[in-house]
C-alpha cells in the first residue's frame, strides 16, 4: 500500500448511500483509479452527484484490484462535511484538497508499510535541469518533473517517514538512483536506503528511511552517470556541510565564562576552573599564584612541575662569599 495521486482519474458509479463505492469504468477522456493510482493504494478522491450540490472530498482507500473506493476519512462536504448519503448516479475523481495548499507544506506519513511512492522515468536533458551541460545528457523525471528539488519529512526514529523511488519503468535501464553527500557523488550516503530490483525492470526502487538524523542536505544522482539528478532537503538535526551563523550560536547552557569543549564526542559548554576564569568578553584572567608582585635581587625561586612560580624571595645585597674568595686567590 502506498499513497499515490495523480491527473485526469476519474470514474463514474452507480453506489448509493454512505459506504464503500464500487468504481464503474473511466469517464470519457479520463483514466480508472486502477491505471492511475493502483490497487491497494491510498489517494484523495471527490465524488459529486450528478445534477445536484451533493458533494465530498476525502482520503479514500482503494481493494487490491482498484475497482472499490472506501471512504476512509472525510475531509469536507455538503453534509457538514462528514459521509454524504448520496442517491444517484456519482463521478469519483482524483483530486487534491485545498488543505494541501493552506497548511503550511503538510506531509502525509509514509509508513514502511506504505511509503511515500515516487515514479522516476528518465529522459533527455533539458536546460530546465540544475546541471545542464555537465554530466550526463539523460535526467531523472520524478511524476513527470524534471530532477526537481524535494524536501524530506521526519523526525522521530520510531517513526520515520519513507520515500520509494519507483524505478520500474524501462526507461530507469542501466541508471540506479542512489543517494550522496556531495552533488559529485564524492560520498555514498546509505544509512536507512535500502534497493530492491534492477534498475528499469518491474518491483526495482529505491527507499530512504528518514529521521532527525538524516542529513538536512542529499543528492540524488545515478550511481553510473553524473549530474542527473538534483537534491533534497530534510529538517534534521544534522548538518552535513559547512555551518554559517550569521550572528551569535546561542548554546542550551549561556551561563557567562565558559568554553565549548569536546569530549571525543560532541562539544559542551565548561567554564573554566583550576588556575584560570574567562569573563563573557573572552577575557583570560590568571588566578594569584601566591607570590607577590615586585622586583626580586639575588632572587631565590622555586617553580612547580607546571612551571608556576610558588615562592621567591630576594638574596643578601652586594657580592658573595665565593666570588669574593676566588678574587683573593686571583689577587
Do not use: W
Request: proline residues 3%; hydrophobic residues 35%; contains cysteine.
Amino acid at each position: 500500500m502506498a499513497f499515490k495521486l495523480n491527473d485526469r482519474v476519474k470514474e463514474s458509479s452507480a453506489t448509493t448511500g454512505t459506504g464503500t463505492f464500487t468504481l464503474g469504468g473511466a469517464v470519457s477522456g479520463f483514466e480508472t483509479f486502477s491505471a492511475g493510482i493502483g490497487g491497494g493504494n491510498t489517494t484523495y478522491y471527490c465524488i459529486f452527484e450528478t445534477g445536484t450540490n451533493n458533494f465530498e472530498v476525502g482520503f479514500g482507500t482503494l481493494n487490491g484490484g482498484a475497482s472499490t473506493l472506501a471512504r476512509t476519512n472525510i475531509i469536507s462536504s455538503s453534509n457538514s462535511d462528514a459521509a454524504v448519503n448520496f442517491a444517484g448516479a456519482t463521478e469519483v475523481f482524483c483530486t487534491v484538497p485545498g488543505a494541501k495548499i493552506s497548511l503550511p507544506k503538510p506531509e502525509e506519513y509514509g509508513s514502511s508499510s506504505a511509503p511515500k511512492i515516487i515514479t522516476v522515468k528518465v529522459g533527455t536533458k533539458t536546460t530546465a535541469h540544475p546541471y545542464s551541460g555537465q554530466g550526463s545528457s539523460s535526467a531523472y523525471f520524478f511524476d513527470g518533473l524534471e530532477s526537481p528539488a524535494i524536501t524530506f519529512s521526519g523526525a522521530d526514529s520510531s517513526y520515520k517517514y519513507y520515500y520509494r523511488f519507483d524505478q520500474a519503468d524501462s526507461t530507469n535501464s542501466g541508471h540506479p538512483l542512489r543517494f550522496y553527500l556531495e552533488a559529485d557523488k564524492s560520498t555514498a550516503y546509505t544509512t536507512g536506503v535500502t534497493t530492491n530490483g534492477t534498475a528499469g525492470s518491474s518491483g526495482a526502487y529505491t527507499q530512504i528511511a528518514v529521521d532527525a538524523n538524516t542529513p538536512n542536505i542529499l543528492y540524488y544522482q545515478c550511481s553510473s552517470h553524473s549530474y542527473m539528478g538534483n537534491f533534497a532537503n530534510t529538517i534534521s538535526n544534522y548538518a552535513n556541510g559547512n555551518l554559517t551563523v550569521g550572528s551569535k550560536l546561542i548554546m542550551p547552557d549561556v551561563t557567562s565564562g565558559k568554553i565549548l569543549i569536546g569530549d571525543g564526542t560532541s562539544y559542551e559548554e565548561s567554564a573554566v576552573s583550576g588556575d584560570a576564569t574567562i569573563a563573557s568578553g573572552g577575557a583570560l584572567t590568571l588566578a594569584n599564584s601566591g607570590v607577590s608582585a615586585a622586583s626580586y635581587t639575588n632572587s631565590s625561586i622555586t617553580v612547580d612541575a607546571k612551571g608556576r612560580v610558588t615562592s621567591a624571595s630576594s638574596g643578601a645585597a652586594g657580592v658573595s662569599a665565593g666570588f669574593v674568595t676566588a678574587m683573593a686567590i686571583a689577587l
